[in-house]
């Protein structure tokens, strides 16, 4: 690209009092006139924050950054957007992810960038830098900012889907409190996000296996220095991209979504990548929908033997190869010619790589497991659709029908939830209403709720359970998210009653309520709706404008883009 058709230069080549302010006030920073003249001007959007822990090592990255893009004639600008740290905002990260994505969309395009880089690592920080880029369309470039080493606690290698068992244990008596204190050490000992394939990770993999960064960017672990190597290559690359003019909508065809939805299959990922893979899809004007992801993957067994729905953790997967290697297994199922920031296909990324560890890695013929996957259940109870993760549920349970203990709220189910009184047996199907996007609001991950302390202290350890909310990626159990529609809206599931039979058929792709549509229809007739919408502050806007899960629980008015232009000046 010719330096005068640099967007830039739009601001910083203009001539009269326009160009005089643009450039007058960046040079307070001690740069001399030669950068605005005509090099392609990077931003480096950060979500650096230490409210955002698993993203607290962003300004160090950042600097790797910069060096490659100096290097390759670029001129890089930091700039921050609104953070999400999941574990500590309340009510949930979710309900900012829209906001994030607005934050970063509108910094975007109101600046005078060529090119973007996101530095993004916990959960939400990821889907909402991707879906803010894509609606201006820039050449961008993701880097993720890597998993934490692995934890080490008396001699067991510990991650995130271990605080699970680990309060499980400990309320049936089996882990000590002090155990427990001890564990909050050794379980996040490094910087970076979580360990394992959580929803974090299986962020990092879909921006890989979308084409969006540079091999290896999911699993190098934040520690480790060749992570920065990686976010210097990637300041090196997106100057080139810039010259190139390789754009966002460049790179994420359908087919790359459909090479995301088979990765995210192989890989084990979270049933967050749904909602948020539907939301870029649409920002970018993709085509795709929940059902794609009950056929897209298809026949796709689980390879990698990663927490929560195996054993290892994403150090060992960078060592054992990390995705290049088990996408170089999946090379069958994949679209292959897909061009990635390189600019080249896929296909590249992956042909010359080795796998180190097969019992990390597995093959087509000798998977890990051979059910994968994210499946998509429908049915009176959910007629646009819920989603379970099979490889990490109970395959005795993907096949069941119970009577329903059902909790109105959150704060019904920890009020009930370990009364002994409470009629439930290991058949009964938990039913948490009002935990969906509008509902709660921000749809939290709360759905695999814990078992009732009875049950526990009689050894169970997993129930059918079903919410209109998500579960955290590092989670298990045999576990129906997602309900669309959710109870707020007036979904069937808001008429579930205690005692009401549900059949859950995985194989069959069925939810279904053993209540009459008639009977269905006088109990909804019955629902009051209104009581729960705040009337003021960016929480009204979310749910008045929140789409239901099926669809990615985006805004309803920022479905595609608005491009990168802006006519007007400033002054
Ligand atoms: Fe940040 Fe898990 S809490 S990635
Ligand atoms: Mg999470």
Redesign the pocket.
């Known amino acids: 690209m010719e330096k005068e058709h640099l967007r830039s230069q739009g601001w910083f080549g203009k001539k009269g009092k326009d160009g005089f302010i643009y450039r007058a006030w960046m040079k307070n920073q001690g740069i001399p006139s030669h950068q605005l003249q005509g090099k392609p001007v990077i931003g480096i959007c950060n979500t650096w924050s230490e409210l955002t822990p698993?993203n607290a090592h962003f300004r160090e990255l950042a600097e790797s950054v910069k060096n490659g893009i100096y290097e390759a004639g670029g001129y890089p600008v930091e700039f921050p957007v609104m953070s999400l740290?999941?574990?500590l905002m309340k009510p949930t990260a979710m309900l900012y992810r829209n906001l994030v994505s607005m934050d970063v969309e509108e910094s975007i395009r109101a600046n005078p960038l060529d090119g973007v880089v996101l530095l993004c690592?916990?959960?939400k920080t990821t889907p909402a830098l991707v879906m803010g880029a894509c609606s201006v369309d820039l050449p961008t470039i993701v880097i993720s900012g890597g998993p934490m080493l692995t934890g080490k606690h008396r001699g067991k290698d510990i991650g995130?889907s271990d605080i699970w068992t680990f309060f499980e244990d400990n309320r049936s008596g089996t882990m000590s409190d002090e155990e427990l204190y001890t564990a909050e050490a050794c379980l996040a000992r490094s910087k970076g996000?979580?360990a394992v394939m959580?929803?974090?990770s299986t962020m990092a993999c879909m921006v890989e296996s979308l084409g969006l960064s540079l091999p290896d960017n999911a699993a190098i672990p934040a520690a480790d220095s060749r992570r920065k190597a990686l976010a210097h290559l990637s300041g090196n690359r997106i100057v080139e991209m810039v010259k190139e003019d390789l754009k966002l909508s460049d790179i994420l065809t359908r087919k790359a979504f459909e090479n995301a939805i088979t990765v995210n299959a192989a890989i084990g990922g979270s049933t967050n990548f749904i909602i948020h893979l539907l939301a870029i899809a649409a920002r970018i004007g993709v085509e795709l929908s929940i059902d794609d992801f009950n056929t897209a993957a298809r026949g796709v067994p689980l390879l990698a033997n990663l927490q929560p729905s195996g054993k290892y953790f994403m150090e060992d997967f960078y060592y054992a190869g990390g995705l290049p290697a088990l996408m170089k297994e999946l090379q069958s199922h994949l679209h292959n010619e897909t061009i990635t920031i390189s600019g080249k296909p896929m296909a590249d990324n992956y042909s010359d790589c080795v796998c180190y560890n097969r019992d990390l890695i597995g093959t087509l013929e000798t998977p890990f497991n051979t059910t994968a996957g994210i499946v998509v259940v429908k049915g009176n109870l959910a007629e646009n659709g819920a989603v379970l993760k099979p490889s990490a549920a109970t395959p005795a349970l993907l096949k069941h029908t119970g009577k329903a203990v059902v909790f109105e709220d959150i704060d019904d189910y920890k009020h009930k939830i370990d009364d002994p009184e409470l009629d439930v047996g290991e058949s009964s199907i938990l039913v948490l209403k009002n935990v969906g996007p509008r509902g709660y609001p921000g749809m939290p991950e709360v759905g695999n709720m814990s078992i009732p302390k009875k049950l526990l202290d009689q050894g169970v350890r997993d129930m059918v359970r079903i919410s209109d909310g998500r579960m955290s990626g590092t989670g298990f159990g045999t576990v129906v998210l997602h309900v669309s529609p959710e109870a707020a809206v007036g979904g069937t599931l808001a008429v579930v009653q205690n005692g009401d039979v549900i059949t859950l058929d995985v194989q069959a792709g069925i939810l279904h309520l053993e209540v009459s549509d008639e009977e269905i229809s006088l109990r909804k007739a019955k629902l009051n709706l209104h009581g729960n919408i705040v009337n003021r502050g960016y929480t009204h806007l979310y749910q008045m404008h929140v789409e239901q899960a099926h669809l990615g629980a985006d805004f309803d008015f920022l479905k595609g883009g608005s491009g990168s232009k802006v006519v007007k000046d400033s002054h």
């Open positions: 698993c740290g999941e574990t690592g916990c959960d995130t996000h979580c959580g929803t974090a």
